[in-house]
């Protein structure tokens, strides 16, 4: 698995470090894929949501947990993940992944809060696309 994060600051925003701690964790959540990574990235009230072929796709987030069982994709060491953009203000901010998963390419976007256990991913939408 490669996932990288930009070998520099995306903003200079003192924060950013604190921003990417949720993001890793969804990260390494696909590479092992591991739900408690996700649980630890996500606020519990989370939804991941997509308009895959036609109709829209919603999740809770404990539906989105049960699609992850513990075992990485046989093709996961040559999987890319990276961190593209962060743009935080205050107590909000927003992040784009892009995911390289085999013939399916991934582009996720998050919208986070700055919560009392820290940054928290609130929401994911994400498009699907042949790579």
């Known amino acids: 698995m490669t996932t990288t ?22 990260m390494l959540g696909h590479a092992t894929d591991d739900a408690a990574h996700m649980r630890q ?6 939804h991941i949501e997509s308009v895959r072929e036609g109709p829209l796709t919603s999740w809770s987030m404990e539906e989105y947990c049960l699609r992850f069982k513990g075992t990485p994709a046989a093709d996961e060491a040559t999987r890319r993940r990276t961190i593209d953009a962060i ?14 998963h085999g013939a399916v390419t991934f582009i996720d976007y ?8 820290g940054w928290k991913i609130a929401n994911k939408a994400f498009h699907a696309q042949a790579s």
């Open 5 to 26: 994060t930009a070998p520099h600051c995306l903003t200079h925003h003192p924060e950013e470090a604190a921003v990417r701690v949720p993001l890793e964790h969804y």
């Open 41 to 46: 990235a996500f606020m519990a009230s989370a």
């Open 87 to 100: 743009d935080i203000g205050g107590t909000a901010a927003s992040a784009k992944i892009t995911l390289v």
């Open 110 to 117: 998050f919208l986070l809060l700055k919560t009392a256990q």
